[in-house]
């Protein structure tokens, strides 16, 4: 499956941004049957978990630092996960991966497939 994010940009401390992350290819009976996850990578520093969604959109795991700020949903139908930021901080500033895993996880190895990365910079 090929995953496609977008929805970074620049805005300021406290502000709000959505992410949004849409699966091509060979997606049909696919994309519902993953779980999808966003993970980021600051400057300087390895990528790291920020949040997962399992297949029905019934379960959902963060990251301590996001919790009560992010939230992480999903349509099937339109094969999209999305990543909805809140009160955002300057060391939220980072490249956000969406990916998609067979397990439910928090893991990077148990991902198989990546997307290309969107740039989020706040500024303080």
């Given at each position: 499956?090929?995953?496609?994010?977008?929805?970074?940009?620049?805005?300021?401390?406290?502000?709000?941004?959505?992410?949004?992350?849409?699966?091509?290819?060979?997606?049909?009976s696919t994309f519902s049957?993953?779980?999808?996850?966003?993970?980021r990578q600051a400057p300087?520093?390895?990528?790291?978990?920020?949040?997962?969604?399992?297949?029905?959109?019934?379960?959902?795991?963060?990251?301590?630092s996001v919790k009560g700020?992010?939230?992480?949903?999903?349509?099937?139908?339109?094969?999209?996960?999305?990543?909805?930021?809140?009160?955002?901080?300057?060391?939220?500033?980072?490249?956000?991966?969406?990916?998609?895993?067979?397990?439910?996880?928090?893991?990077?190895?148990?991902?198989?497939?990546?997307?290309?990365?969107?740039?989020?910079?706040?500024?303080?």
């Amino acid at each position: 499956v090929q995953l496609q994010a977008s929805g970074g940009g620049l805005v300021q401390a406290g502000g709000s941004l959505r992410l949004s992350c849409t699966a091509s290819g060979r997606t049909f009976s696919t994309f519902s049957s993953y779980t999808m996850g966003w993970f980021r990578q600051a400057p300087g520093k390895e990528r790291e978990f920020v949040a997962a969604i399992n297949w029905s959109g019934g379960n959902t795991k963060y990251v301590d630092s996001v919790k009560g700020r992010f939230t992480i949903s999903r349509d099937n139908a339109g094969n999209t996960v999305w990543l909805r930021m809140n009160s955002l901080k300057p060391e939220d500033t980072a490249v956000y991966y969406c990916a998609a895993s067979g397990r439910y996880s928090a893991i990077q190895n148990d991902y198989h497939s990546w997307g290309q990365g969107t740039l989020v910079t706040v500024s303080s």
